[in-house]
């Protein structure tokens, strides 16, 4: 998605937390395109002032995340998976 363009949630799938965030995987429907699509949302940035996660936080996100993939040695095999 791109700034601007707007969805519609037709259906949570369920809720969990890693990494230290909130997220709700959900089925969307893209107005424009008349798509629907599987995706997860970071809940915790839907109720913050700024639009998206602070530096701190998106390091922590980036870090926790390749710590799951830290058996990849090659990090650009790494970071494609």
Avoid: W
């Avoid at 890693?18 to 970071?42: P, Q, S, T």
């Amino acid at each position: 998605l791109a700034n601007g363009e707007f969805v519609e949630v037709v259906r949570v799938k369920g809720e969990e937390e890693m990494y230290g965030f909130r997220f709700c995987n959900v089925v969307l429907h893209h107005r424009d395109y008349d798509i629907e699509f599987e995706a997860k949302i970071n809940m915790d940035v839907l109720h913050t002032e700024v639009p998206g996660l602070t530096r701190s936080q998106n390091d922590l996100l980036f870090t926790s995340i390749m710590e799951d993939y830290g058996e990849i040695s090659q990090k650009r095999l790494r970071y494609k998976k």
